[in-house]
């Protein structure tokens, strides 16, 4: 699954597949899966794309920032393999809305740990 979203007036693609669970655990040295977990347990029973008013404080307060980061980092490292590590990557925006693109990326990390049937 591949999305672009516009940040700070950029295109930026992010891609999901099966190399992002490795491409995390070798950028981070941490388990994608388990971040992913403790991070879903953060926000549990809240549906974030169905807040008609924006992204409560309550939901802003569970969120761990820095692994949000993260994630959106391997997801456009995915995408392209051009992008620079990923303090340099950040770095190259003057805005980076977190809160608006999370709601599109929540697709991105329910496709890796979602399976298919055959």
Do not use: C, H
Not at 38 to 45: E, H, K, P, T, V
Not at 80 to 99: A, S, V, Y
């Amino acid at each position: 699954m591949e999305i672009t979203l516009t940040i700070d007036d950029k295109q930026v693609k992010f891609k999901s597949n099966g190399a992002v669970t490795k491409r995390y655990k070798m950028q981070f040295q941490r388990d994608f899966f388990t971040d992913i977990t403790s991070f879903g347990l953060a926000i549990a029973n809240e549906d974030i794309k169905s807040k008609n008013d924006g992204i409560s404080m309550e939901i802003m307060r569970k969120i761990d920032f820095d692994l949000f980061l993260d994630i959106a980092w391997v997801f456009a490292k995915t995408a392209d393999n051009t992008i620079p590590d990923p303090l340099t990557w950040l770095d190259g925006f003057d805005t980076f809305p977190i809160m608006e693109i999370f709601p599109d990326l929540q697709d991105l990390i329910a496709s890796t740990i979602s399976s298919k049937k055959k």
